[in-house]
């Protein structure tokens, strides 16, 4: 790859699309003249474009508020849900308990031998916590001695905090673990017993440090990544290291103006949306990176003065990288029409980060490589000589020759891939599966689980509620024999009922693991209905906790597929027509990206579920293969398919024209494909079975839509459908040299 992935690398025979290399940019029509007048003034006044950036990098960074962040999946549903509906039932009726978490934390003692605990070893652990609420410390309200397991192998105390502190977007209570955390070591000496902190409060914790480790690692292997393969395909140090820091700068202003985006309109992110912002950014700033170096290697080469060769490159390149930045753009808007929080705060998040890659790529790069000139390519005299590209060159003129075969085979192992997607299954615990099995609340979470059975620790809340006067005893113990009758219900704790009368709580503890894909489905399906037909007549029944939480969640993802994919879709649709000028090629290059999306869900299931052995897949994951795969699915489509347009226009025919365009954008597309997919196959080095799965599939989506899609898939189909591909435009009878800006 090292020199034959410039474009214009194919065969010498092909109709050259750089064709009026000395036309003057005035000439182009609407969009062309529009980029070539930006790039004019850019190579004029570099100076000022690179000032103009460190100005506005540092009011950006110096004022931008922290990124706030949540592992509380409730926080993610609007209130018209049954789960959020119940807590706030819930805080209404029983005030305190509703404004304190009662076990926002749970310390869990156990014999470091496996055996049952001793009445001594149970008083031990009461002193413990006695000690531990003696010292107030700060956010925490209590630490209260639990009770011991039937099998008497685990001993818990409770910490209680307010909800506010528990699930607000800051560090208290984080901060409160950490010291508790540190407090009860010293206490633990000569008890015999060991300990360990679990609890949402405590996996919040391990979730956010997990995050940073997983963005240094990542940001690591992504640096380590982009440079090596820059200095491999141009064997040039400085254009290596030259994206590394001007993205870095990108990646500063980004998260400072999305920042301010999220406090303004008060929303939160999860802990894993920094380490993805990161690869997004340098991923997709080295691809519009390598499609100008690209370009302004070729007009070098053609005799172009370097500054004359940087407006040429940004005038023909421009439009493609904006159209697919544009798609990029569209695809993460359309998360807004998301019913749940962590997407529409994502949509907005990753639609600034790219539009702010798009102008650094259209303005900081050109102005910095304008300045420097031909030595960006030092030591390396590549770039002055036409590399021969003949493997790619005789993979276009076979794909040439026989399209069918092509596009039978790629179609073939899309669709093969496609059939795994209907073993999907979702799973619900955002936190703790972004926590690394040896975090400290994960590895106590094991040894309660050891002694309570799952459903114990996250019971299931039902409320039983009237409007018209207090309930009868008669009620609230009827309703509670009938909860205890229903399928899937282990347990019922004796009722709770409010002051007024008219709320009972009743606490049910499911025989399955309540953040399990059975329990989701027993409380969306079963559990649920049922509740609300037992209740008496006057009287309305409420399921909450955070299984009716995560099938909430499970609704609303099923609302969301069925909007905001259309509506992405659509726009897409849209997008595609304007650019190729045609109502033909926009639809079966959506296809194929459809199919390249199933594909991509298909193979992480069969990786992670059948062969991992995994309980599923985390319930964010196709929105965000949705996303990028078919957002940069069609980015590469575009960059291939115009560049096929392009060939026609200058009078080839279809089959040689698909032949010529994989030949010429091919490398390109091949290199910004390796190189995306690489920096995104970064995070599964995170360690979090999140980043793991996310960094997987978009690295496997993307190497299907760069090597699979666009290389073969799209451009075999619109060499059989020839000309119609373009109806109702006439690219074949268009003979404007350079009308369409290509790679």
């Known amino acids: 790859m090292a020199d034959g992935t410039g474009t214009g690398s194919g065969a010498s025979s092909a109709p050259t699309s750089s064709a009026g290399a000395s036309s003057a940019p005035s000439g182009r029509p609407g969009g062309g003249r529009a980029f070539a007048a930006v790039a004019g003034f850019i190579v004029r006044n570099p100076w000022k474009v690179i000032a103009g950036w460190i100005v506005v990098a540092f009011i950006v960074i110096a004022t931008a508020p922290a990124l706030p962040t949540t592992t509380n999946e409730s926080s993610f549903l609007p209130g018209s849900y049954e789960s959020i509906r119940a807590q706030t039932l819930q805080s209404q009726a029983f005030p305190q308990q509703g404004h304190v978490t009662a076990a926002a934390a749970i310390i869990v003692f156990s014999r470091p031998d496996g ?136 990646y500063k202003v980004a998260l400072g103006l999305i920042s301010d985006l999220n406090q303004a309109l008060n929303l939160n992110s999860t802990e894993q949306d920094s380490t993805i912002l990161l690869v997004v950014l340098f991923g997709i700033g080295t691809d519009y990176f390598l499609f100008l170096m690209f370009r302004y290697r070729e007009r070098l080469r053609l005799g172009d003065e370097k500054k004359e060769a940087m407006v040429q490159s940004v005038t023909r390149v421009g439009e493609v990288i904006a159209s697919a930045a544009c798609v990029v753009i569209a695809a993460f808007l359309a998360l807004t029409l998301s019913s749940l929080s962590i997407f529409r705060s994502l949509g907005p998040t990753l639609a600034i980060a790219v539009a702010v890659t798009l102008i650094a790529a259209l303005t900081l790069i050109p102005a910095v490589v304008s300045l420097l000139g031909t030595a960006v390519f030092w030591p390396s005299k590549s770039w002055q000589r036409e590399p021969k590209g003949a493997r790619f060159t005789a993979i276009g003129a076979a794909l040439g020759r026989r399209p069918a075969v092509f596009a039978t085979a790629s179609g073939l192992v899309l669709i093969l891939l496609a059939l795994g997607a209907l073993s999907l299954k979702p799973t619900f615990d955002l936190s703790s599966a972004g926590i690394p099995s040896t975090a400290e609340s994960q590895t106590a979470l094991v040894t309660l689980e050891k002694g309570f059975p799952p459903g114990e620790t996250e019971p299931t809340q039902v409320y039983l509620h009237t409007s018209s006067g207090p309930l009868t005893t008669a009620e609230v113990t009827a309703y509670e024999v009938k909860l205890r009758a229903m399928p899937g219900v282990g347990a019922v704790a004796p009722p709770l009922t409010s002051k007024d009368g008219a709320t009972a709580e009743y606490s049910v503890y499911l025989k399955d693991d309540p953040e399990s894909t059975v329990a989701v489905n027993l409380v969306q399906n079963q559990l649920r209905p049922d509740a609300h037909a037992a209740a008496p007549p006057g009287t309305e029944a409420l399921v909450g906790g955070i299984t009716a939480v995560f099938a909430d969640i499970q609704s609303a993802l099923n609302r969301d597929y069925e909007v905001v994919f259309p509506v992405a879709a659509l726009i897409i649709l849209i997008i595609l027509g304007l650019l190729l000028r045609s109502l033909v090629a926009p639809w079966y290059l959506m296809v194929s990206v459809g199919l390249g999306f199933a594909a991509t869900l298909g193979a992480t299931v069969l990786v992670f579920q059948n062969l991992a052995g995994q309980a599923g897949l985390v319930f964010i994951l196709p929105m965000y293969m949705y996303l990028f795969v078919v957002a940069l699915g069609t980015d590469y489509n575009i960059l291939m398919i115009a560049r096929v347009r392009e060939e026609i226009r200058e009078g080839a025919p279809p089959r040689v024209a698909a032949a010529h365009a994989l030949a010429q954008a091919g490398p390109a597309i091949a290199s910004a494909g390796l190189i995306l997919a690489g920096t995104f196959g970064s995070l599964t080095l995170a360690g979090n079975q999140v980043l793991t799965q996310v960094g997987f599939a978009v690295a496997a989506g993307i190497a299907l839509a760069a090597f699979v899609m666009a290389m073969f898939f799209s451009p075999s189909l619109t060499a059989l459908i020839g000309r119609w591909a373009w109806w109702p435009g006439h690219a074949g009878h268009d003979q404007r040299s350079g009308s369409e800006s290509t790679l």
């Open 115 to 250: 055996g049952p605990l001793t009445a001594a070893d149970s008083a031990s652990a009461a002193r413990v916590a006695a000690a531990l609420n003696a010292k107030r410390i700060p956010n925490i309200l209590a630490v209260t001695a639990g009770t011991t397991s039937s099998n008497k192998l685990v001993q818990t105390a409770y910490v209680a905090m307010e909800n506010s502190v528990v699930n607000g977007s800051g560090t208290a209570a984080g901060d409160a673990i950490k010291v508790l955390r540190s407090d009860i070591k010293p206490l633990m000496t000569g008890t015999g017993l060991g300990e360990g902190v679990t609890g949402s409060a405590a996996e919040a914790l391990d979730s956010t440090q997990s995050g940073n480790r997983a963005l240094a690692i990542v940001g690591a292997a992504t640096f380590g990544l982009i440079l090596v393969l820059l200095l491999i395909i141009f064997r040039a140090p400085i254009i290596a290291i030259m994206p590394l820091i001007l993205i870095g700068v990108v």
